[in-house]
């Protein structure tokens, strides 16, 4: 059975490092990212990353 994970502010510096730990360790990964934010964070095997585009309303 796979483990999966949900991460919020999967483009940022902590959340970018998160999802590529969680990777390394054989989890599935869903996070959730604003459409405006910048994926040059994404880690190089993003095709396993399931990127969720929404937009967070305040």
Known sequence: MMLCAFVTGGTGFIGANLVRSLLLKGYSV?????PDSCLDNLPKNWCVVRWLLR????
């Open 30 to 34: 869903r996070a959730l990212v604003r």
């Open 55 to 58: 937009a967070i309303l305040y």
